[in-house]
């Protein structure tokens, strides 16, 4: 940088970002992310405009994370009224609306007690801290293992990112925390197997952490069978279930949380991304069975703020109120019904449809030319956002909202968008 750069800008005030492009944002942003060149300046509902005032619909959701969509009045009014009141206050005092966002979950949920954080990471980080204490005071186990599946994502911070199953998130950052396991994402044999050997050594394995339907690694459900199977070997053999909801719960597959779509409950689980519909928040819940924390074991800063958290029982208030899961259920059908079509239509280029509710994945042949990114990029030149889950994969997560109309419109777009590019070779 040159040092006439480094001369900070004060001919415009420090709020106005009206003329913030990708260059001189590129000059200050660390490049962690592989960005799309668009710059999103409003929204309304599941539509959001650029800087051009080009319009687009928004199934990405800010990865499944915007779930009343964007500018909704019942989050307005709640972070409106929220910030006058009182925004953040420390947890050196009793917060009522963490409390009441604490009653709300476990009275909706398998779940006793609820501890609050920031984000889905954090969420996960959280739960492997408590997987751990219980190992080590109630299991007696000095080197606990916890296993996860292959092609998981828990996170990027170092116990996240060491859980999850994909080594490409993970190169660079050695040494890995130690103490997990990984296993094929629905194989029991390959899980019983993995128990086996690992207990025959001075470790042992004291929880299973996995996620009800695996989001980032391609939209694979889990398998009923496979779920129902895990549980049981939890529970005979005394450790723990922990399920990754970051993605899935808060309704996303229709139902409240992703294990309800697998008639089992797990020990521990964690929500962030649409729990406060676009508010950062992350939430860690357990059954009392395995609540081994005690005062001064884990913390946050911002955890359960009077500010996301009432951003938090806003969003879930009108789940219940709007029978939000209700339409979950519906346009997932419809979607995947369309998208089925779609792949129908192109054979040699699409090999799979599949999700729940509304996280909904297409599958691309392995040998097609085209990555999910061709497809997204392409979609996005017809005004619909849409994000890759892995190269092969095209992932579709809008506002649990959307209408018949919108799915109808979004479908529209993504042949059209899918034949321009099938035409173009
Ligand atoms: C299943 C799952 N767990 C954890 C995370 C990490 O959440 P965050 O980015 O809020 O830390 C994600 C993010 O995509 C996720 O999909």
């Not at 599946?149 to 170092?158: E, N, P, Q, V």
């Not at 095209?394 to 059209?416: C, M, T, W, Y």
Request: proline share 5%; aromatic share 8%; glycine share 10%.
């Amino acid at each position: 940088m040159s040092p006439e750069t480094l001369v900070p800008d004060t001919s415009t005030p420090a709020t106005d970002t009206s003329n913030f492009g990708p260059d001189r944002f590129d000059t200050y942003v660390m490049k962690t992310y592989g960005r799309f060149p668009l710059t999103l300046e409003r929204g309304e509902g599941c539509r959001v405009w650029d800087n051009s005032g080009q319009e687009y619909l928004d199934f990405v959701a800010g990865i499944a994370t915007c779930t009343l969509g964007h500018a909704h009045p019942a989050l307005v009014e709640a972070v409106t009224q929220q910030i006058q009141k009182l925004h953040h206050v420390s947890n050196l005092y009793y917060i009522p609306e963490q409390g009441q966002l604490a009653e709300w979950l476990v009275k909706h949920s398998c779940a006793d007690r609820a501890f609050f954080c920031n984000s889905g990471a954090e969420a996960n980080e959280a739960a492997i801290k408590l997987a751990r204490k219980y190992a080590n005071t109630v299991l007696e186990v000095e080197q606990p293992v916890i296993l996860t599946a292959k092609a998981s994502f828990h996170g990027r911070t170092l116990a996240t990112v060491t859980a999850t199953g994909q080594p490409k998130y993970q190169k660079g950052f050695s040494p890995l925390v130690p103490g997990f396991e990984y296993v094929p994402y629905n194989d029991i044999a390959a899980l019983e197997n993995a128990i086996g050997d690992i207990d025959e050594g001075n470790r042992r394995v004291c929880a299973i952490m996995l996620e009800a339907l695996q989001g980032e690694g391609g939209v694979r459900p889990g398998d009923l069978d496979y779920f129902l199977r895990v549980r049981k070997i939890c529970d005979e053999i005394g450790i723990l279930l922990i399920l990754d909801e970051v993605q899935v719960g808060v309704g996303r597959t229709g139902k409240l949380w992703g294990y309800e779509n697998l008639g089992i409950e797990p020990d521990i689980f964690t929500s962030a991304k649409g729990l406060a519909g676009g508010i950062p928040i992350g939430a860690m819940l357990c059954k009392d069975s395995c609540n081994v924390f005690e005062p001064g074991n884990h913390a946050s800063t911002f955890g359960g703020n009077p500010f996301a958290c009432a951003s938090a029982l806003a969003v879930l208030d009108t789940l219940e109120t709007e029978d939000i899961l209700t339409n979950v259920i519906a346009r997932g059908e419809q979607l995947r019904k369309n998208l089925r079509a779609i792949a129908n239509q192109y054979t040699n280029l699409f090999i799979d449809v599949r999700g729940w509710g509304l996280i909904n994945g297409m599958e691309i042949n392995a040998e097609s030319e085209f990555t999910s990114i061709d497809i997204v990029k392409a979609a996005m030149a017809e005004g619909l956002l849409m994000v890759p889950a892995g190269p092969k994969v095209l992932r579709f997560v809008p506002p649990l909202i959307v209408s018949a109309d919108e799915v109808e419109a979004a479908s529209q777009k993504l042949g059209d968008a899918i034949a321009k590019l099938v035409n173009s070779i």
